[in-house]
């Protein structure tokens, strides 16, 4: 398993997409990447997993806590496919892409909430 402190996630929905390609995303016009506001240190982890000679999967798990605001999109529309751009210490990386969006699963106490968000590829 590998897994990296992050410090910063930003993320975009997959309509504001126009095309993604490996580590190329390219937005729609006027679309910016949104800054999760995050109250710790998002931690990304990778495992790779296999059932049998063609099925190896890559999956991916980003966590991170954030102050529960009802107006945060993410909290407010916690189903709609996002795309991820992790900031670490050895440079910037993606987690999702158009065509393999990543999944929000949300927990919360109504003070913080924590989100975790998940993707499966092929490797």
Same mark, same amino acid.
């Given at each position: 398993m590998?897994?990296?402190?992050?410090?910063?996630?930003?993320?975009?929905?997959? /309509?504001?997409?126009?095309l /993604? /390609?490996?580590?190329?995303?390219t937005?729609?016009?006027?679309?910016?990447?949104?800054?999760?506001?995050s109250? /710790?240190?998002p931690?990304?982890?990778?495992?790779?997993?296999?059932?049998?000679?063609?099925?190896?999967l890559?999956?991916?798990?980003v966590?991170?806590?954030?102050k529960y605001?009802k107006t945060n999109?993410l909290?407010?529309k916690?189903?709609?496919?996002?795309?991820l751009?992790?900031?670490s210490?050895?440079?910037?990386?993606?987690?999702g892409?158009?065509?393999?969006?990543?999944?929000l699963?949300?927990?919360?106490?109504?003070?913080t909430?924590?989100?975790?968000?998940?993707t499966?590829?092929?490797v």
């Amino acid at each position: 398993m590998n897994k990296t402190i992050c410090n910063i996630i930003e993320y975009v929905l997959r /309509s504001e997409l126009v095309l /993604s /390609s490996g580590e190329e995303i390219t937005l729609q016009p006027g679309v910016l990447w949104k800054p999760v506001q995050s109250i /710790s240190k998002p931690v990304y982890q990778s495992e790779t997993s296999q059932s049998g000679l063609e099925n190896a999967l890559n999956k991916q798990t980003v966590s991170v806590q954030v102050k529960y605001d009802k107006t945060n999109s993410l909290i407010a529309k916690p189903l709609l496919p996002v795309i991820l751009k992790m900031h670490s210490d050895s440079g910037i990386f993606y987690v999702g892409s158009y065509d393999l969006p990543v999944r929000l699963t949300l927990t919360s106490n109504k003070i913080t909430a924590t989100l975790t968000f998940k993707t499966a590829s092929p490797v």
